[in-house]
């Protein structure tokens, strides 16, 4: 089982350019959760997608902030244009639906928005 | 607002000692608490908590709910350098299958030699 894979695994930036990152949750999983993590706010839930429609995206900072999940094996989260406020650690994570909220977590992409 | 609280944010102790580490929560339609433990990477999970009162346990690692009270405790008995981490208490609330996951702050335990 290859787990949650992320990528980049690393990411630097100039402010104001656009950001994309990367998910594949786990074949059969069926939910997908992007997080952001700052030693300032911890770990923050941006949104989550079941059977790849978007279920909650309240934690979704701005509007510089989209997330897609254009099928079952992939997901971007995309920051346009990005801001040096935006440098955290962004996981990704995946479940089955009945495993009662059991999450598996990606590597996590560090991201530095100069 | 639904929140979730750890105490203490921080630990140290030293191998061998035993610590308990809390969460409580203030959350609407709780469905399980969660215990996860982060090294330098990824959070792992830890146990799943659904019930009051009754102890999940994984080697020298315990957990236990109280509903009523609305907390959760994970024990650490034994303790070695390899249990410094952060660890995380995570709620899960919401009428979906799988719902969403509300962390709390954390807990960076420290155990030295």
């Known amino acids: 089982d290859a787990g949650v894979i992320q990528s980049p695994r690393h990411e630097v930036t100039e402010m104001g350019q656009e950001v994309t990152l990367r998910c594949k949750p786990i074949?059969?999983?069926?939910?997908l959760f992007w997080y952001r993590q700052t030693m300032m706010r911890g770990l923050e839930l941006l949104i989550y997608?079941?059977?790849?429609?978007?279920?909650?995206d309240s934690g979704m900072p701005e509007d510089r902030f989209s997330a897609k999940m254009p099928n079952a094996s992939f997901s971007t989260l995309k920051i346009q244009p990005s801001e040096p406020r935006d440098s955290a650690v962004y996981f990704c994570?995946?479940?089955?639906?009945?495993?009662?909220?059991?999450?598996?977590f990606g590597p996590g992409t560090r991201l530095l928005v100069l | 607002e639904d929140k979730v609280v750890q105490s203490p944010l921080s630990l140290v102790v030293h191998e061998g000692d035993t610590v308990t580490l809390n969460c409580s929560y203030e959350?609407?339609?709780?469905?399980?608490l969660l215990w996860y433990k982060q090294e330098k990477k990824a959070p792992t999970f830890l146990f799943m908590l659904?019930?009051?009162?009754i102890e999940k346990k994984s080697g020298r690692l315990s957990s236990i709910l109280d509903k009523k009270e609305l907390f959760s405790i994970l024990n650490i008995t034994a303790t070695q350098t390899g249990d410094s981490a952060i660890y995380l208490c995570?709620?899960?609330?919401?009428?979906?299958?799988?719902?969403?996951?509300?962390f709390g702050q954390g807990t960076t335990l420290q155990v030295k030699p």
């Open positions: 997608f079941n059977n790849n429609v978007p279920i909650d």
């Open positions: 659904t019930s009051s009162g």
């Open positions: 994570a995946s479940s089955l639906s009945g495993q009662g909220g059991t999450q598996y």
């Open positions: 074949s059969g999983h069926n939910s």
């Open positions: 959350v609407t339609n709780f469905r399980s």
């Open positions: 995570a709620v899960r609330t919401g009428s979906s299958n799988t719902g969403k996951l509300i």
